[in-house]
């Protein structure tokens, strides 16, 4: 079963919005990274935040982790057409099989001018 | 600049023909993937190698091999390919260990259509 499940699956705003995406998981983890597929594309890394981090900023990004609840959340700030992509997030298991990252399914996000 | 380039971006292949996927990066870096992407199902394990000649059974490795004669290159064979692997191969590496923090550096990814 997928370690993680984003949410929602696709989200459509107005360029200028701010979009949320959400994602759980279910094992402890060490990381939890973020990443995003421009249509037909190999996955690019845009942030990662640790286990111990709660809350972590890179330009327009903003990550949150709430281990308690086995979920992260992706915040993009002032849209643009150009964040128009799909966002996955990605856990390693804490513990052991430290080399395998492991994907959710993705949020499909549509930003429109 | 970091790269993993993937021979091959479209193929189409009949089913029971051996297919090669080759990935190569320039970045010395340790671990090698290879995931299969389809929709609703995101990206899915098939095989990793933390070293040259050295391999794992990721999530899904039944139909797969993998070859990692070199540390810059990472093969992935299907030694009789059937419709149902119709999908994209995303290669990927790492220098280190991805449960310290490391990052994957992904390909472009490799279109199958098995036939």
């Known amino acids: 079963s997928q370690q993680g499940e984003e949410d929602p699956q696709a989200l459509s705003i107005q360029e200028g919005e701010n979009a949320t995406m959400n994602c759980s998981y279910k094992?402890?983890?060490?990381?939890l990274q973020w990443y995003r597929q421009n249509s037909g594309r190999g996955l690019v890394h845009l942030i990662l935040i640790r286990s111990n981090e709660r809350e972590k900023h890179s330009g327009r990004l903003r990550v949150t982790l709430d281990t308690s609840k086995k979920s992260s959340s992706l915040l993009i700030t002032a849209s643009r057409a150009a964040d128009t992509a799909s966002y996955f997030c990605a856990t390693d298991k804490r513990g052991g099989g430290g080399n395998k990252l492991t994907f959710g399914t993705g949020t499909q996000l549509k930003v429109e001018l | 600049d970091v790269k993993v380039t993937q021979s091959s971006r479209y193929l189409v292949k009949r089913t029971g023909e051996k297919v090669f996927l080759e990935c190569v990066q320039d970045m010395d870096h340790e671990n090698m993937f290879w995931y299969r992407q389809d929709p609703g199902l995101g990206l899915r394990l098939i095989y990793f190698?933390?070293?040259?000649?050295?391999?794992e059974k990721g999530d899904i490795p039944e139909g797969y091999s993998v070859s990692r004669e070199k540390k810059e290159r990472f093969s992935l064979i299907l030694e009789s390919a059937s419709t149902n692997q119709t999908s994209m191969y995303l290669c990927?590496?790492?220098?280190?260990?991805?449960?310290?923090?490391?990052?994957?550096?992904f390909g472009e990814g490799s279109w199958l259509t098995v036939v």
């Open positions: 190698s933390y070293d040259v000649k050295m391999k």
């Open positions: 094992t402890s983890i060490n990381n």
């Open positions: 990927a590496s790492s220098l280190w260990n991805v449960g310290s923090g490391n990052t994957i550096y």
